[in-house]
């Protein structure tokens, strides 16, 4: 697996170029545009966050009636731009900005390198003497293809040997073990070596893309005609456009006083499921049930099963030339069952990561057809929980951009839940930047995108949407709908 691409801190622009930069207004957040004949003022004090009065909560209240940010003076002949997010969408999104010239620094919180929710963990066990890698794809499962735009970004990832067709037998597997297997219209592609390769893939080499990780922006900051970015009070330069490439909480944060109040409508509209994965690993293969004359499946949606709605054996989808190997298995929960036992995924109670377990392996039994209790017990075990796991509802636009505030949206989110669809929100937005950036900013108007849509229910599997898989589309319940608290 390559390293996670790590480039160095943003260069910010000096004083000197910061104050000849275009200064910006301040416009009520129902009204429109904002030339550069509008009247100029500077920025209003920012808030200081952890001060006694302070209330988070107020803050968000507040943060539909923030003032609107109009920067109104030309785009310099060489912007830079920030994205915060190094998933799929925020990687997609630098490498088409690259593409057309425009410089970019991506802004990244992964611990174990960039990619998001193309997550690959890979674990040594054993003694010393007698050492196991066990390899897990526990976000992304597999994807599928339907736009020649990601088709031709997944035939550079099969070009340099990082991607190939997934021919291994997946179906639906009732209660009981029951199991039919699922044809499908496309290919399903996998990572070779797991998922998160992939994500470095994405990024060009290129001296226009930087990378800045482990970092968690915090704040951002109008001042001058330009964005300001802080993480904590650290600051981390100065930028001529934003992109925000997540979503949850953090996000809502970021955004409720950043004077964005069309963006911040639009992200706090967005409903999130939550899914717990439980990664485990046996020491000897599992009892899945025949399904002649097709043998044995390597992944499979699982139905009826409250606390189980996907099980894939990486053992077989990541090495299946290779015998003797532990079986490391992926499983992921339903979204009713994430929900019902959500937790702050950053502190997850230890009773709550033994329940959740626990309740796991006896859906998996369940699923098989097997006795309580009879489950062999997994030698290594791994608890996450994707709190912010998969849009419940959409705009269906491939991007949100604020041309008044110069920062846009980009994520799966707005379309729906596929790694196909994070890149091509990434590729639209890039290119929406980059056209607007062409424009020098004269026409900003022209270039509103996804400010006022109304987010629509979403259909699809717990784990996402894979164009192509025939299988019966599962509707989003009504009650997940409701805001989780």
Request: with cysteine.
């Amino acid at each position: 697996m390559p390293p996670p691409l790590l480039l160095p801190a943003p260069r910010c622009p000096s004083p000197a170029a910061a104050l000849a930069a275009s200064r910006f207004s301040t416009a009520a957040s129902s009204g429109g545009g904002g030339g550069s004949g509008r009247p100029t003022r500077p920025p209003p004090p920012q808030r200081q966050r952890g001060k006694p009065g302070f209330s988070r909560q107020s803050a968000i209240k507040k943060s539909f009636q923030q003032e609107q940010v109009v920067f109104s003076t030309s785009v310099p002949p060489d912007p830079t731009v920030a994205v915060i997010g190094g998933g799929a969408s925020g990687l997609a999104c630098a490498s088409s900005l690259a593409a057309r010239g425009v410089r970019t620094v991506v802004f990244d919180t992964g611990m174990h390198g960039l990619g998001g929710r193309m997550a690959t963990r890979a674990v040594a066990a054993g003694d010393a003497q007698q050492q196991q890698e066990l390899v897990f794809d526990h976000a992304a499962q597999f994807f599928t293809v339907s736009d020649e735009r990601f088709q031709r970004l997944v035939d550079e990832w099969i070009g340099k040997g990082l991607v190939r067709e997934w021919r291994g037998l997946i179906g639906e597997l009732d209660a009981g073990g029951h199991f039919r297997p699922i044809p499908s219209s496309t290919p399903r592609y996998i990572g070779v070596n797991g998922m998160r390769p992939l994500a470095d893939a994405i990024l060009p080499k290129s001296d226009l893309v930087e990378v800045v990780r482990r970092c968690w922006i915090s704040k951002l900051e109008p001042f001058n005609g330009m964005w300001r970015l802080f993480e904590n009070e650290k600051p981390h330069g100065q930028y001529d456009a934003i992109v925000i490439a997540h979503n949850g909480k953090c996000a809502n944060r970021l955004l409720s006083t950043s004077g964005l109040p069309l963006l911040t409508r639009q992200m706090k509209r967005l409903q999130l499921s939550s899914v717990w994965a439980l990664l485990a690993a046996f020491e000897d293969p599992l009892p899945i049930p025949q399904s002649d004359p097709y043998g044995t499946f390597e992944g499979s949606f699982v139905k009826d099963v409250d606390s189980l709605s996907w099980m894939a054996n990486n053992s077989q989808k990541l090495f299946p030339l290779q015998t003797g190997r532990p079986e490391c298995w992926t499983f992921f929960s339903t979204a009713a069952y994430g929900k019902r036992n959500k937790v702050p995924q950053e502190n997850i109670p230890k009773v709550t990561s033994e329940k959740v377990k626990e309740d796991m392996l006896q859906g998996v039994e369940l699923a098989l057809g097997l006795s309580r209790g009879s489950l062999q017990q997994p030698f290594y075990t791994r608890v996450q929980l994707w709190g912010a796991a998969l849009p419940m509802n959409t705009p269906g636009v491939p991007c949100i951009f604020d041309p008044q505030g110069r920062a846009g949206i980009c994520g799966d989110w707005l379309t729906g839940s596929s790694i196909e669809a994070a890149a091509l929100s990434g590729m639209s937005l890039a290119n929406h930047i980059a056209d607007y950036f062409a424009s020098s900013g004269e026409r900003p108007e022209e270039f509103a995108m996804g400010l006022h849509e109304n987010l629509n229910q979403v259909e699809g599997h717990d784990i996402g949407q894979f164009p192509g898989l025939e299988t019966q589309k599962l509707q989003v319940a009504e009650a997940q709908l409701q805001p989780s608290t």
